[in-house]
Structure formats: structure tokens, C-alpha cells
């Protein structure tokens, strides 16, 4: 994901939870020494999160890079690693 849309999605988070405009100085940190500790914590929490797909193969099945996987299989390992899936997937 781009850093950019990731900040935009914190950013929108923190509005909601802590209040306050999300500005920053020069340096790019937040001014608020919640927001930029919050920061952190949000890019730890998303460069942390991994999905180990398990390997399988059959016609008619999605393709993701080299390996072939079901709508099923994905979903199961998403929700498995406490991913929430929207609904009309």
C-alpha cells in the first residue's frame, strides 16, 4: 500500500478516535505527540500483518501470481488471520 493512502486512512481513524486536525511540522511528525506515537504504531501494526495462503491448485480456481488459489481458501485464511472481508466478495 502507499504511504500516502495508508496516512489518509490513519489519519481518518485518528480524527474519529482522538479528535484534533492530524497536522505536522516541517519534518513531516505530527504535532500531537498522540497522533505521531499512533502513527508508528500504525505502520507497525499493517507492515505486521501477514496471510499465509496454503497451497493448492485446481481448474477454475483464482489465479494470484505463480500459485492458484479459491475464493474459499482466501477467504478462510483472511478471516483466520482476523481480517475483516466486506461483504459481496
Not at 34 to 47: G, K, N, T, V
Not at 50 to 76: I, K, R
Amino acid at each position: 500500500m502507499d504511504i500516502e493512502k495508508l496516512r489518509a486512512e490513519f489519519e481518518l481513524w485518528c480524527r474519529r478516535t482522538q479528535g484534533g486536525s492530524g497536522r505536522r511540522n516541517d519534518d513531516g511528525e505530527y504535532i500531537s505527540e498522540d497522533w505521531e506515537y499512533s502513527w508508528w504504531a500504525w505502520q507497525a501494526s499493517r507492515a505486521a500483518l501477514v496471510v499465509e495462503l496454503p497451497e493448492t491448485c485446481s481448474p477454475g480456481d483464482f489465479v494470484v501470481d505463480a500459485g492458484v488459489f479459491t475464493l474459499e481458501v482466501v477467504l478462510s485464511a483472511l478471516t483466520a488471520a482476523g481480517i475483516t472481508v466486506k461483504e459481496g466478495v
